[in-house]
Nanobody
């Protein structure tokens, strides 16, 4: 079982930046399905960004050019760099890993963007 712990959330003003981290309990070197999701109050959880084992990335249209997903295999950690934050980015952000067809989630970290 993969355990995930997110950190880095907080309160930031419009236009500010945050970097979220997701530390995994085991090696992520060969895991092909890793990503970040978010859930705003009253809304369904939505996918935000994904990264493959070889480092290919893909993003939700509304965060392209502002968010960057990356990973450090040596630290078993996935990151989400968020720049030019908007109030619409306010949500609980969750790290997700899919290993052997099983989906694992972290506990989430709150991101609040104030206007």
């Amino acid at each position: 079982q993969v355990k995930l712990v997110e950190s880095g959330g907080g309160l930031v003003q419009v236009g500010g930046s945050l970097r979220l981290s997701c530390a995994a309990s085991e090696s992520i070197f060969s895991i092909n399905g890793m990503g970040w999701y978010r859930q705003a109050p009253g809304k369904q959880r939505e996918w935000v960004a994904g990264i493959t084992s070889i480092g290919s990335t893909i993003y939700l249209d509304s965060v392209k050019e502002r968010f960057t997903i990356s990973k450090d295999n040596a630290k078993n950690t996935v990151y989400l760099q968020m720049n030019s934050l908007k109030p619409a980015d306010t949500a609980v952000y969750y790290c997700n890993v899919v290993k052997y067809s099983t989906s694992y989630w972290g506990q989430g970290t709150q991101v609040t963007v104030s206007s």
